[in-house]
């Protein structure tokens, strides 16, 4: 077992900085470590200097009680009165549902349809109930809008995608950092170069992604989201997401660098969306088999786009005639022209479909028995199998023309009108969320931008996110599956976000987060079905916040009362504030922060 201290953190403006950065974090380390005995182990949090105004820490170094020890999941869970065990050093990036040792064991995957690389969670008794370590130099992440382009290597510590993927610019080594220059395998000289022509290609050389209507993206195998990244300035907002393969930790480095993303793929199962939601699905060399199982895949995206979204594809099937390359294009014409879709451009590698807004076509093919239609109560898409079949929007009362961003966000949409949501209900939920961001942020008491990548774990509405809108964030809005299914809602406001049960840990990396925020969220799972406790949940937070991360949690006061007491063998910091709720009752508020510390 090693010694365990403070890491050491900086956030330069610039590359010269940033490397000077470097240079004193190495002083600061040495000097803390260079006389310290590693023939025991200790838990040392940094001095109160670099920690939080207000911070009831002694000055200089202090020892906590918590032991490095593999620990797994019990029926009956013990928190040890020494704290919560620390995982060995080796499982720093240990992501639970996704554990290549776990999933090799399992013999009954179809591994031909990548279904080993879906969410395959452990039983309980397999599972760690460890706290995740971070690297032993891992640095409190860059800033953004620094961090687009810019992260620290330790904090990510794989060459693999930089020696692979060197020549078609995604990321290079630069001293001790990370660099990302916006390339792409089909946009190596950068992606504002390929948005401009995707922009030109979807509106005949007229305008862009934005005035052809694109306010949402969903980026299938989105590399390190250079993508996403480069969308932003044309306020378009991306759902990009990678399975976690051979090309490894890429979704590590995009959330690393402060670009929305998760661990996903296409292979047997829904995307955990709702359909209707995209204006735009996006693969640039994806790496999926769009032709094949009778295009299933592309009858996903299909339920995922919005009538006249668009479908892009750049990858060699649309350009070269080599190979088996001239028969999946083949193939893929076929199928897309049995879904109606209309292929409006081929350019440079790159081909362009739209969605029918009329259905008239495809319920023919229907009738000719060259499509499949769906059951219309099939709807759920939170673990269900995929389906060889289209959904019809054949009830028009149900398809709303949304407005563009930003307001979207403010707009009374009809999938509120269809949960029973009024528009004053609608207007006050807004004005409440407004008022409660304000006083979060009074409470945080640190600069916005120190603030980036945040998951909302119980969104209802959308409020909470709509309130941060103009601040320099990004929000991941998560509908638990069990509650009232209001992600249609999310999505129709401009917002991204994913079903999830929290009885599961969440498809991400450890340290994915700057901020999570708890809305009654625990309450919820008490009694659930799903057998997970409070401790359960904690845990799972405690593993995707970063170091020195923020957990704002508004519950029942026996569900707060329970979180104080475990919070300190969690390695939190806890203060109780109090705030009025919708019912403009007193209630109170856990302002949560997780400790800086880390195995050496």
């Known amino acids: 077992m090693g010694r365990w201290c403070s890491p050491a953190s900086a956030e330069p403006r610039s590359v010269q900085l940033l490397l000077l950065g470097v240079a004193l974090v190495a002083a600061s380390f040495y000097a803390g470590t260079l006389f310290q005995s590693s023939a025991s182990p200790a838990l040392i949090l940094p001095p109160s200097a670099s920690r939080s105004s207000g911070s009831s820490e002694p000055q200089g170094a202090s020892e906590l009680t918590n032991k490095v020890a593999l620990t797994y999941r019990t029926a009956l869970i013990s928190v040890p009165a020494h704290g919560l065990d620390v995982c060995p050093l080796e499982h720093n990036e240990y992501v639970p549902c996704h554990d290549a040792a776990y999933v090799s064991k399992l013999r009954e995957l179809d591994r031909s349809r990548h279904e080993n690389l879906e969410a395959k969670c452990p039983p309980r008794e397999e599972s760690l109930f460890c706290l995740v370590p971070p690297p032993n130099d891992y640095k409190i992440p860059i800033r953004w809008p620094t961090s687009r382009d810019y992260v620290w290597r330790s904090n990510v510590n794989h060459s693999h995608l930089s020696e692979v993927k060197g020549g078609q610019n995604w990321v290079h080594e630069n001293g001790k950092l990370w660099w990302f220059p916006g390339g792409g395998t089909h946009f190596k000289h950068g992606a504002t170069e390929y948005i401009e022509r995707l922009g030109n290609m979807t509106t005949n050389s007229t305008g862009d992604l934005r005035s052809a209507g694109v306010v949402q993206v969903l980026d299938v195998g989105c590399g390190v989201a250079s993508f996403s990244a480069y969308l932003l300035p044309l306020d378009i907002h991306t759902m990009s997401f990678a399975p976690k393969d051979g090309h490894e930790n890429q979704i590590q480095f995009a959330l690393e660098r402060g670009i929305g993303a998760m661990i996903s793929v296409l292979a047997t199962k829904q995307l955990p969306y709702p359909g209707n939601s995209f204006e735009m699905v996006h693969c640039s060399r994806c790496r999926v088999d769009w032709h094949e199982n009778d295009g299933i895949l592309l009858k996903e995206v299909d339920r995922l786009l919005r009538p006249n979204g668009y479908f892009v594809y750049s990858a060699p099937p649309a350009y070269r005639k080599d190979k088996d390359f001239p028969i999946i294009w083949e193939k893929l014409i076929n199928i897309t022209t049995s879904m109606c879709w209309k292929l409006i451009a081929k350019h440079v590698q790159t081909a362009i479909w739209i ?177 997970c406790l409070l401790e359960d949940i904690m845990l799972e937070i405690d593993r995707i916040i970063r170091p020195q991360g923020f957990i704002i949690i508004r519950d029942e006061n026996t569900t707060l009362s329970r979180i104080s007491d475990l919070a300190p063998k969690f390695l939190w910091d806890v203060t109780t504030r109090t705030l009025e709720n919708e019912e403009n009752r007193p209630e109170q508020v856990l302002i949560c922060r997780k400790k800086f510390w880390a195995i050496v």
């Open 355 to 531: 969605k029918p807004e009329d259905e008239s076509c495809r319920q023919k093919n229907a009738d000719m028995g060259i499509l499949n239609i769906c059951d219309p109560s099939d709807t759920s898409s939170w673990q269900a199998p995929l389906m060889n079949c289209v959904r019809l929007n054949t009830d028009q009362l149900k398809i709303q023309k949304l407005p563009s961003r930003p307001e979207r966000l403010l707009f009374y949409s009809r999938s509120l009108e269809l949960i029973g949501v009024t528009p004053e209900k609608f207007e006050n939920n807004n004005q409440f969320w407004r008022d409660q961001v304000r006083k979060y942020w009074s409470f945080l008491g640190v600069e916005k931008t120190s603030i980036r990548n945040i998951m909302d774990m119980n969104a209802n509405y959308g409020g909470f996110a709509m309130a941060l809108s103009t601040d320099p964030v990004w929000i991941m809005n998560i509908v638990p599956n069990t509650t009232i299914n209001t992600l249609p809602v999310i999505y129709d406001r401009g917002l991204i976000g994913s079903y999830h049960d929290w009885c599961q840990p969440f498809s991400t990396y450890p340290r994915s987060y700057d901020l999570l925020h708890a809305f009654h969220l625990f309450s919820h799972y008490q009694g659930h079905a799903g057998g």
